[in-house]
Nanobody, 133 residues
Framework: QVQLVESGGDLVQPGGSLRLSCAAS????????IGWFREAPGKEREGVSC?????????????YYADSVKGRFTMSRDNAKNTVYLQMDSLKPEDTGVYYC?????????????????????WGQGTLVTVSS
């Protein structure tokens, strides 16, 4: 069964840190471009970050970060563990939301993954991040 499972969401105070994980099963993440998205109450889904597959990184910028998270969030992948991570530092209340990871093998450029998220092949179930004092 092809699936992505997110974990690591929690309640954290402003200024704190969390690391989200997105573990794949049933397929190899190495050939997929992966995006992190979030949905806040009353807001549309937002593309947070993206990392391209290993081969595409030769031709495209292999990372994308939304302006709202640049300098605070870092995305990485561990192909040996078939997992991607989102390190979130200096968290703000506006970072609150359900965070989803999604993967696609055909959309190799991050700008396409972010722009065409409704077409991505595989989605996780989401993990809740709450930033509040």
């Amino acid at each position: 069964q092809v699936q992505l499972v997110e974990s690591g969401g929690d309640l954290v105070q402003p200024g704190g840190s969390l690391r989200l994980s997105c573990a794949a099963s049933g397929f190899s993440l190495d050939n997929y471009t992966i995006g992190w998205f979030r949905e806040a109450p009353g807001k549309e889904r937002e593309g947070v970050s993206c990392i391209s597959n290993s081969a595409s990184a030769t031709y495209y910028a292999d990372r994308y970060y939304a302006d709202s998270v640049k300098g605070r969030f870092t995305m990485s992948r561990d192909n040996a563990k078939n997992t991607v991570y989102l390190q979130m530092d200096s968290l703000k209340p506006e970072d609150t939301g359900v965070y989803y990871c999604a993967a696609d093998q055909s959309l190799t450029a991050c700008n396409l993954v972010i722009a065409l998220s409704q077409y991505l092949e595989v989605w996780g179930q989401g993990t809740l991040v709450t930033v509040s004092s």
